[in-house]
């Protein structure tokens, strides 16, 4: 039997949630109603959950127009495809090495990997480092290497779970019938990491997507623009409308003329957030899961 | 003795294959990692781009004499940690209401839909959040101005023009943005503590108040002191889409929205003024370590596995 008490409390949860829900959601339904608003409508009455008119003009121009958006929508899905694949890759094998108990050197290799989390050098020696010795400025590099490739924390949690879920007998059991290494990996480690390799691939694959910072450091002029991911070309289209409401030139219609109207970009926003809302529900699952295995330090 | 050193010999034939496999990794922290940490160095020079980091000229402490003879140097450590200090509070106390509302319940439909709403926020990039924020405060088209305070008969406020707002917008996004994330990691934890406390608890009477305080708080203290520390251990870091993209990089707001990460950036990339930026960024980088350092000691000694070394 229910006490009263407990009755209230699950009444108010519930509200509480509720209200919660409705906060968390409803700004992006705005941003989707706003992409099927009429440009006047939305010029005139504003941004608003109940437009007068509606129309799926943003859309056609997408579909029409959209080149350059294409373009920057084409490029988020490679450097997300290659930057994951890479840093997935990358990271399980260190992880592998740093999780077996006789590596030579363990201490030091550990050292090595846990210090870049506890100092780094900031955005100036790395912005130099890249610019000026791997010259990564505007080209494509520039948006995969910097900062995303590899995640210290991501490592150490690989390599807790190999630690703990790869039993060391069937590793030696494999040495003894004389398996090498790299067939070790690719036959027992992959298979048996699935789990994590999913949750890593995931965390990692939803950083490269929303990821803008690399190309706005890295993209300059025109050169760069070209190499533009979906988050940058919608980054820079509110720098332009800055620069017009800031420019006393008022009417350069120049840039005025390139600029996407409201509902556009709201329509460009909506189909960058589409993949996010397709994989959401793995990626729920998976984030419960990499919370579990201790990514509370994340 | 012979024997021995074929065993030692065949050892390392073993490991080659692994270091060949843990190099691509090691590389790239080396890249990513450390060459920026040893160009740290920039911040006692005056960087001379024909000659490189290396070759620039030594000037001492001018950098740092200079950007603590500016009022910024104080605005952006206080804004930095203030916000910080401001953020792990807020977002600790929602994210703990919200486990502990979701936790309770029955209904496990109900349940999967209220965690999954507030970690969509979380998984959004901070542009289209800007952009979500820019809809409701926009001064000619936005909703707050056109829908809440045009009928209200109050007066149009430029949002991104009074700074006096910003600090509560700012913290609002944050925790908009942050809580789903802690309210996961509360959520696996009081799946862990075991039922059969509260069964006891409610054969003798207590109340649900009760429980929450003396079952639920407590077993979650580790928890919460650990995720905590972590990130206190972060506070001279800030989150630079949240201060720079959210403000839409607007002068006016700059007393109210710069922050260690945003001047940094703005002195390297927008001023080009790299001895500025890169004395702030060495102070982040030395007063972030050493609060890291000692957070991390204290993590240690309430929850070993917990902490980061």
């Given amino acids: 039997m229910k006490s009263k008490d407990q009755k209230i409390f699950t009444v108010i949860s519930h509200v509480a949630m509720i209200l919660v829900t409705i906060c968390a959601v409803l700004p992006f339904l705005l941003v989707f109603i706003s992409s099927i608003t009429e440009e006047n409508t939305l010029v005139l009455n504003g941004y608003s959950f109940f437009p007068e008119k509606l129309s799926l003009y943003a859309y056609e121009y997408i579909i029409m127009n959209g080149d350059k958006i294409f373009r920057a929508y084409g490029i988020t899905i490679f450097v997300t495809v290659v930057g994951t694949s890479v840093n997935v890759m990358m990271s399980s094998m260190l992880a592998y090495g740093l999780s077996l108990p006789k590596l030579p050197g363990r201490r030091f290799f550990s050292f090595y990997v846990v210090f870049t989390l506890l100092f780094n050098g900031g955005l100036v020696p790395t912005y130099l480092t890249y610019t000026s010795i791997f010259n990564v400025k505007n080209t494509i590099f520039a948006l995969i290497i910097p900062t995303f490739l590899m995640h210290t924390m991501n490592v150490l949690l690989m390599k807790t779970y190999y630690s703990g879920n790869i039993p060391v007998e069937l590793l030696e059991a494999a040495e003894i019938d004389g398996a090498s290494q790299f067939k070790i990996y690719g036959n027992i480690i992959l298979p048996l990491g699935k789990p994590i390799m999913v949750t890593m691939?995931?965390?990692?694959?939803?950083?490269?997507?929303?990821d803008w910072t690399n190309g706005l450091y890295y993209l300059t002029g025109y050169e760069g623009e070209k190499l533009y991911s979906i988050q940058n070309f919608l980054n820079?289209?509110?720098?332009?409308?800055?620069?017009?409401?800031?420019?006393?030139?008022?009417?350069n219609s120049d840039i005025l003329a390139k600029l996407p109207t409201v509902s556009v970009r709201m329509a460009i926003a909506f189909v960058a957030m589409i993949p996010i809302l397709i994989l959401f529900?793995?990626?729920?699952?998976?984030f419960s899961k990499g919370i579990s295995m201790g990514a509370v330090k994340g | 003795m012979r024997a021995k050193r074929k065993t030692g010999k065949f050892r390392w034939r073993k490991w080659i294959p692994i270091f060949i496999m843990m190099a691509p990794g090691l590389i790239y922290l080396f890249i990513n990692n450390y060459i920026p940490i040893f160009g740290l160095v920039i911040a006692f020079k005056k960087l001379?781009?024909?000659?490189?980091?290396?070759?620039?000229p030594w000037v001492g402490l001018s950098n740092f004499t200079y950007l603590f003879k500016t009022p910024d140097a104080m605005v952006i450590t206080r804004?930095?940690?203030?916000?910080?200090?401001a953020f792990i509070s807020i977002n600790t106390c929602l994210s703990l209401a919200f486990a502990i509302f979701i936790n309770d319940m029955k209904n496990k439909l109900c349940k999967k839909i209220y965690q999954s709403a507030v970690l969509l926020p979380y998984l959004m990039s901070i542009v289209i959040i800007s952009y979500i924020v820019f809809a409701l405060l926009s001064p000619d088209k936005g909703m707050i101005n056109n829908s809440i305070l045009e009928p209200l008969g109050k007066e149009p406020v430029s949002w991104y023009m009074e700074p006096g707002y910003w600090p509560l917008i700012l913290i609002i996004v944050n925790a908009w943005k942050g809580v789903g994330y802690n309210c996961l990691v509360f959520i696996a934890g009081i799946a862990g503590i075991d039922p059969g406390y509260y069964e006891a608890a409610q054969l003798d009477g207590a109340t649900k108040w009760q429980q929450i305080r003396f079952i639920t708080l407590?077993?979650?203290?580790t928890t919460i002191i650990t995720l905590t520390l972590l990130n206190v251990g972060r506070i001279f870091y800030s989150d630079f889409g949240l201060f720079y993209q959210v403000p839409m990089n607007s002068g006016a707001l700059f007393d109210v929205t710069n922050t260690i990460d945003t001047y940094v950036y703005r002195s390297?990339?927008?001023?080009g003024n790299v001895g500025m930026a890169s004395a702030a960024g060495f102070y982040q980088s030395l007063v972030g370590f050493t609060l890291i350092m000692i957070?991390?000691?204290?993590?240690?000694?309430v929850d070993r596995d917990s902490a980061l070394f």
Avoid at chain 1, 201 to 210: I, K, P, Q, T, V
Avoid at chain 1, 236 to 251: F, R
Wanted: glycine share 4%; proline share 3%.
């Fill in chain 2, 268 to 271: 390297l990339l927008q001023l």
């Fill in chain 1, 236 to 251: 820079k289209v509110v720098t332009d409308i800055q620069y017009l409401n800031s420019s006393q030139v008022g009417a």
């Fill in chain 2, 48 to 56: 001379d781009f024909q000659a490189g980091i290396w070759a620039s």
């Fill in chain 2, 79 to 85: 804004n930095t940690i203030l916000y910080n200090l």
């Fill in chain 1, 281 to 286: 529900p793995l990626l729920q699952k998976y």
């Fill in chain 2, 218 to 221: 407590p077993c979650l203290k």
């Fill in chain 1, 201 to 210: 691939a995931l965390f990692s694959g939803l950083s490269y997507w929303n």
């Fill in chain 2, 295 to 301: 957070c991390n000691f204290i993590v240690r000694k």
